[in-house]
Each structure stands twice: as C-alpha cells, then as structure tokens.
C-alpha cells in the first residue's frame, strides 16, 4: 500500500508529468469551501509514489475528512440529492484521479460512479463517465500499478482550476480513453473504453448508468 514516505515524495518531485488533465472548478456559493477542503487533501495526496505491485487508495491517504482535522461543511451529491457536508468537494478531486489513473495505464481496483448525473453541458467540468465518488468507510476509489516503476501524482489548484499530473522516472505514454454516452428513457449509460499504446483495439472497462436528475447544478 502507498503510504507517502517524505524520502519517496521528495524523489517523486523531481519526476516530470507524462499525464496532465485541467479541470474548471466551476461555480456555485460553496466554492471557497470546496477549494479548502481541495487543498487539505491535495497535501496529503501530492507526490505520493505508488511503486510497481503497490496499491492506491484515496482514503487510505487522505484519511477521514472531519472538522477536528480542518475540513470544512461544502457541497456534496448524496443519494442524487445536493447536500452541505463535512467534506464537501473531494469527488472532484477522486474524479480526476480516477481519470488519470486510466489515462496513466494503470489497473482501477474500485470506482463508485454516482447515481445522478445533475450537471448540464455548460456546468459540467469533466466527462460523464470519469466521475468517482467516495464515502469514507465504504466508498473508495483504489488503483494497482501494474507499471514496471513507479509513478506519483501531482496536483495544482488555482483561483478557478484544478490540474492533476501523472509523473514518473521513466517515460509513460498516456492511454486513450472514451466515454461511449447512450440514451435511455430514464438516463444515461456511458460505456468506458480504454486503448493502450499500440493496441488496435479499445478495451471495454465497464459500464455506468445515470439517473435523471431531480435538480442541477
């Protein structure tokens, strides 16, 4: 399990990215909250390296988000509903490492999509389909690394982005990822495709369903 020694995250910061991915913040009254709550986990999780045969986990780094260790209440999707909790704005963040993690090539052991898609096409800051939503206790997101070395990530938040990088002492070639969106009376079912460097054909990763929302974002 990756555990983040200051030795390894000092070696990883001299590692160069192969993967970026940028994402809006976007808008709503709880931002600054969500961008608190971002930085304090964005410090436990920066630089981490998970060697070959090691595993990631979310929660296992960034530990439980009470108020006692400076998390703060922010906006939070919960059984498709929008709610103020503490904690609120770290699916962003599981998200985007999720989507990194395909893109990095590496092997997603647990991912929790969420049940509701509430956002628009102006409001949404990431595909649907490379959302991971967590719940400390139960909902994880958890990647191995099958690599032959090791990588770490690497996260940037600015005033309204938030970017996070693949890095790693060896050259990595990114792997193409498609989200495949289908229809449905009551929905959307969004396929996961995943090509790695010289393969012909995508691999079928999974599929996740959306419910209409009851409200948007």
Same mark, same amino acid.
């Given at each position: ?20 991915v ?14 608190h709550?971002?930085a ?19 929660w296992?780094?960034v !530990?439980?988000? +009470? ?10 999707l919960?059984q498709?509903?929008? /709610?103020v #909790? $503490?904690?609120?704005?770290l ?11 395909l ?24 595909p ?9 206790g ?19 938040l !600015?005033?309204? +982005?938030?970017?996070?990088s ?7 070639e990114?792997?193409?990822? /498609?989200? #495949? $969106?289908?229809e449905?009376?009551?929905?959307r079912q ?7 460097p ?15 929302p009851?409200?948007?974002?």
């Amino acid at each position: 399990m990756a555990t983040g020694s200051e030795q390894s995250r000092a070696e990883a910061r001299e590692w160069p990215a192969y993967v970026s991915v940028t994402q809006p913040l976007g808008q709503s009254a709880h931002v600054e909250s969500k961008k608190h709550n971002l930085a304090l986990a964005i410090r436990e999780l920066r630089d981490v390296c998970v060697g070959p045969e090691e595993l990631f986990s979310f929660w296992n780094l960034v !530990g439980q988000p +009470t108020k006692r260790r400076g998390f703060v209440p922010g906006r939070n999707l919960v059984q498709g509903r929008l /709610e103020v #909790s $503490i904690g609120g704005g770290l699916c962003q963040l599981s998200g985007l490492t999720y989507l990194l993690a395909l893109r990095g090539g590496l092997w997603v052991t647990e991912r929790h999509a969420h049940s509701v898609d509430i956002y628009t096409e102006q409001t949404r800051f990431a595909p649907l389909g490379s959302d991971a939503t967590v719940a400390y206790g139960y909902k994880d997101l958890r990647f191995h690394n099958i690599l032959p070395f090791p990588i770490a990530l690497r996260f940037e938040l !600015g005033e309204d +982005t938030l970017t996070g990088s693949v890095c790693a002492p060896l050259p990595l070639e990114p792997c193409d990822v /498609e989200f #495949s $969106i289908e229809e449905e009376p009551d929905g959307r079912q969004v396929t996961t495709w995943l090509r790695r460097p010289g393969d012909t054909k995508p691999d079928c990763l999974g599929v996740s369903r959306y419910r209409k929302p009851a409200q948007a974002a």
